[in-house]
């Protein structure tokens, strides 16, 4: 098993590009969820999902998109970078999302606007 | 008042003694505790979680909760150089995982 893999490892993008972030696991989970950190920050909730079909707002949704192309499947979508999206992405998955249930991350990507 | 605080070190250990990394969090509903350790440019990996009060040991790892002080710790006996990495204290809401809230860390460093 992979865990969770996460693809671009870099990236370095001009203010105003698009890109997609992708995320999968192979571990049959039900919860998907993408976290950004910054530099001496601890892991901030961007969105979730919950399970296949859905996906919610979380604590920094504002300049994000996001999509469950299927169970295994999460990707996240700037349209307009800024440079305040500069950050380390993190995807995660877990078999439920409940307030008890371990999270699985993925190794990250390290975005940087210019 | 930040919702999950930590003390961001870096705290240094000698290697061998008792690492004592501490957390408090602000919202007295949460019910579940975790603890992750992140080696530098690495992601976050679990390595204990605690939902009632009282310790829970595992291994050379030992987390205590006191939810009535709203406080949650980890301790490490016995430090080797591997326990290096930022350690991040992570509180769950009641029922949802979109409550999670993570810490900014806590810096550990074990010289020998």
Same mark, same amino acid.
């Given at each position: 098993n992979?865990?969770?893999?996460?693809?671009?490892?870099?990236?370095?993008?001009?203010t105003g590009q698009s890109m997609?972030?992708?995320c999968a696991q192979d571990m049959n989970h039900n919860s998907m969820y993408w976290y950004r950190q910054d530099p001496g920050m601890g892991l901030r909730?961007?969105?979730?999902?919950?399970? %296949?079909?859905t996906t919610d707002?979380? %604590?920094?949704?504002?300049?994000?998109?996001?999509?469950?192309?299927?169970?295994? %499947?999460?990707s996240l979508r700037l349209e307009s970078a800024a440079p305040s999206q500069t950050s380390v992405y993190f995807c995660a998955s877990s078999v439920l999302a409940g307030s008890t249930d371990t999270q699985y991350?993925?190794?990250?990507?390290?975005?940087?606007?210019? | 008042q930040k919702e999950v605080e930590q003390n961001s070190g870096p705290l240094s250990v000698p290697e061998g003694a008792i690492a004592s990394l501490n957390c408090t969090y602000s919202d007295r509903v949460s019910q579940s505790f975790f603890w992750y350790r992140q080696y530098s440019g690495k992601s976050p990996e679990l390595i204990m979680s605690i939902y009632s009060n009282g310790d829970k040991e595992d291994g050379r790892f030992t987390a205590q909760l006191n939810k009535a002080s709203q406080y949650v710790s980890l301790l490490i006996r016995d430090s080797q150089p591997?326990?290096?990495?930022?350690y991040l204290c992570a509180v769950n809401g009641?029922?949802?995982?979109?409550?999670?809230?993570f810490g900014s860390g806590?810096?550990?460093?074990i010289r020998p």
């Open positions: 992979a865990g969770v893999t996460q693809t671009p490892k870099f990236q370095v993008l001009k997609t972030l992708q909730l961007i969105y979730y999902s919950a399970s %296949e079909g707002k979380g %604590e920094v949704p504002n300049g994000y998109n996001v999509s469950r192309l299927n169970k295994r %499947e999460f991350f993925g190794p990250g990507t390290r975005l940087t606007v210019l | 591997s326990d290096s990495a930022t009641y029922s949802s995982a979109s409550k999670i809230i806590t810096r550990l460093s």
